[in-house]
Structure formats: C-alpha cells, structure tokens
C-alpha cells in the first residue's frame, strides 16, 4: 500500500515537533488505548523535535518515496521507545526523515509497517508480527508553544491510499 499526503504546514507563533503518521497495531483488533506489547509506528516526514536519552537509535533506512512528482530516496533514522512512560507502556517505533518533506509526499506504507519488526526484534526479540492488527492510521501534527502562545498548523489537500488493485482517496479539499 502507497500512501500519499498533499499538504502544507504553517508557523506565526510556536513550534512544529513533528508533522507524522500515527499507527496502531495490536493484538486485539477492539482495543482503545495502547499497552505492552502493542505498537505505535511513527512516521515524521517533518521534524524539528529532539529525541530524549529514553529513544534507542537503531539504525537508518534508504525509503524511494516520491515528493511533487519526483522520486527521491529518503534516509530515515529509525528509533526504538522500549516501554512508552512506564514498564508497562507500549511499543514505539520512530522513522525520522532526513529531509523537511512538504507538498505532495507518497511514501510506501506497506513497507514500513513491515520493516519496524526487525528493529523491534532487536530489543524484544519474542515479539512476533503475525500477532498483531493494524488498527488505525492517522495524520497530524505534534507542537510546542512559544510563552503559552501557539498559532501553528497544516492544511490536509488529499489523502489518497493505493494498491495495485485501486485508489481510495481518503480526503480532499
């Protein structure tokens, strides 16, 4: 599955941490919140936030993704958040890009999903991918503040999910 995202990110007052993908997987397709073992995968296509001394770095990837039409290969680093806030907290694992991506940005979901297991593997090697279910994916933006001001924000022009077999255009302006 390729998705692609068209959208633009603006800043007057405050700052961009990360514009992303946030997905869920677990091994209980009716959950509503997170927990050991489950997984949050983050996809920062635009960061500007540094990763405390609780992210392990992993390693990098090489990604072909495709950015206003033209393909690049993008480096991202990947990042392991053993147990999110406590022994009992979830699973994250962090792709970070290497480039400020904006615009029209297709990325292949498929293979990131996939690709965070054997970076898991490192640090829980029990931890088996036919387990789990995808349960969501969503797009957005985490920020800070500048004095208790923030007036910050991105626009969503299209979200569009394809496979070989179609395209489903999730959102359109």
Do not use: R
């Not at 991506?101 to 640090?123: A, M, N």
């Not at 394809?162 to 395209?167: D, F, I, P, Y």
Request: a negative charge; hydrophobic letters at 40%; proline letters at 3%.
């Amino acid at each position: 599955m390729t998705s692609t995202l068209n959208f633009s990110l603006w800043v007057k007052e405050g700052n961009i941490d990360d514009f992303s993908y946030d997905i869920w997987l677990s091994q209980n397709p009716n959950i509503t919140y997170l927990a050991y073992p489950d997984i949050e995968l983050m996809i920062w296509l635009y960061h500007n936030e540094t990763l405390s001394s609780y992210f392990i770095k992993e390693g990098e990837v090489q990604v072909p993704i495709y950015v206003n039409g033209s393909e690049i290969t993008c480096t991202f680093t990947v990042y392991i958040l053993p147990h999110t806030g406590s022994s009992n907290g979830w699973i994250g694992a962090y792709y970070l890009s290497n480039k400020s991506l904006e615009g029209k940005v297709s990325i292949p979901l498929t293979f990131f999903i996939k690709d965070e297991f054997q970076w898991i593997d490192k640090i829980f090697p029990t931890v088996n991918e036919s387990s789990y279910y995808l349960d969501g994916i969503q797009v957005g933006m985490e920020f800070n503040d500048y004095n208790g001001i923030a007036e910050l924000g991105y626009t969503l022009y299209c979200w569009i999910m394809s496979t070989a077999q179609g395209v489903k255009i999730l959102d359109e302006a």
